[in-house]
């Protein structure tokens, strides 16, 4: 069930990220059970790592609270509406439920755009902006092999 307090949670955190200077105006929840366990900002200028955005930094607090690599029975409660890699990172992390503040079109109005992205995403490799070269891919598929055998892997 959807709580207004919660979303509150993380507009004020964006809100108190930008005035402590640390990031962009993003944050996130995670809530289980009714209780956050966890809490995300945006730190992408701050730790100088395009990753730490904060439905991810929140996700990986999480993780850590739960010990557990899923977050099956969680909610997470954003800001903004997810980018594409951290859209990426919550499916991975298997939420039950994604609620969001602002969307992808507010935050490139103020200068976070990610549209390039879905494009480039929707293009065959050859047409990306960045090149994508593939390179020993026999030597890298026993790593696969071996993989498929074990008997010892955990699933996700």
Same mark, same amino acid.
């Given at each position: 069930m959807a709580s207004n307090a919660f979303m509150? %949670?993380?507009?004020?955190?964006?809100?108190?990220?930008?005035?402590?200077?640390?990031?962009?105006?993003?944050?996130?929840?995670?809530?289980?059970?009714?209780?956050?366990?966890?809490?995300?900002?945006? $730190?992408?200028?701050?730790?100088?790592?395009?990753?730490?955005?904060a439905e991810v930094v929140?996700?990986?607090? !999480?993780?850590?609270? $739960?010990?557990?690599?899923?977050?099956?029975? @969680?909610?997470?409660?954003?800001? @903004?509406?997810?980018?594409?890699?951290? $859209?990426? !990172?919550?499916y991975w992390a298997r939420p039950d439920t994604i609620y969001y503040a602002n969307t992808h079109i507010d935050a490139a109005n103020i200068g976070f755009d990610d549209f390039f992205i879905y494009k480039e995403i929707a293009l065959p490799i050859t047409d990306r902006k960045i090149p994508m070269i593939q390179m020993m891919r026999e030597e890298a598929f026993v !790593?696969? %092999?071996?993989?498929k055998k074990s008997q010892d892997?955990?699933?996700y």
């Open positions: 509150q %949670e993380a507009i004020e955190l964006s809100r108190k990220n930008i005035r402590d200077g640390k990031g962009g105006p993003f944050a996130a929840v995670v809530v289980r059970e009714q209780k956050i366990i966890a809490r995300g900002t945006n $730190l992408v200028t701050s730790t100088n790592d395009p990753t730490a955005h929140a996700i990986r607090e !999480a993780c850590r609270t $739960l010990q557990t690599f899923q977050l099956t029975g @969680c909610d997470i409660y954003t800001s @903004c509406e997810p980018c594409p890699m951290c $859209l990426g !990172a919550i !790593a696969f %092999e071996e993989w892997k955990i699933h």
